[in-house]
């Protein structure tokens, strides 16, 4: 994806609204998660760790993709293919997450 072509993607109403759902739905995870953790004390240190890693999977992803969105809004970006590589992730960690809270 050349820079233009990221430019328009982000400018895009399927974007806005995939991102206005994936915002909604990564604070619904992360909600979860906060309330999830204080009760895990049943749990094995090797769940608790896993379940830890996987929230903070998911900080990291959405950071990285912000970046990478200011990177291609700010002129600093070559092209979008960064952007849609920490897409993808923060979409993987958001499901991962989501996953684990669902057990």
């Known amino acids: 994806m050349n820079l233009?072509?990221?430019r328009a993607w982000l400018q895009s109403s399927t974007f806005?609204?995939?991102m206005a759902d994936m915002d909604n739905a990564t604070d619904d995870a992360i909600?979860?998660?906060d309330r999830m953790i204080g009760r895990m004390g049943p749990y094995s240190s090797a769940v608790q760790s896993g379940y830890r890693r996987a929230g903070s999977a998911l900080d990291t992803a959405q950071r990285t993709f912000a970046n990478e969105i200011n990177a291609l809004v700010n002129g600093r970006a070559r092209d979008g293919r960064a952007a849609?590589?920490?897409f993808r992730t923060f979409d993987t960690a958001?499901?991962?997450?989501r996953g684990m809270n669902a057990l």
Do not use: H, I, P, T
């Open 16 to 18: 806005c609204n995939k």
């Open 31 to 33: 909600q979860a998660f």
């Open 84 to 86: 849609l590589a920490a």
């Open 94 to 97: 958001l499901r991962d997450l």
């Open 4 to 6: 233009e072509e990221a």
